[in-house]
């Protein structure tokens, strides 16, 4: 079975958005900075909640910051 993983955009929003820290944006969504910088490195899913606030800061669809496909081998 192929596996699969999810990868995100956060990095370059932040940098598209006036390159916002980490840690702005860890305050704007209520995570901790350690949390969101697991999640920018793909060490750590957020859940479906957090990753709806993190899409709301930057004024995009949840599918603009996150997707979901298989890993290539």
Do not use: C, W
Not at 26 to 54: D, H, M, W
């Amino acid at each position: 079975m192929a596996k699969t993983r999810i990868t995100n955009s956060i990095r370059r929003l932040r940098f598209e958005h006036d390159e916002m820290t980490q840690q702005e944006l860890a305050e704007r969504v209520g995570l901790t900075r350690q949390t969101i910088n697991a999640i920018e490195l793909g060490k750590y899913s957020p859940s479906l909640e957090a990753a709806f606030r993190i899409a709301e800061v930057f004024g995009v669809s949840l599918q603009e910051v996150f997707a979901y496909g298989r890993e290539e081998d």
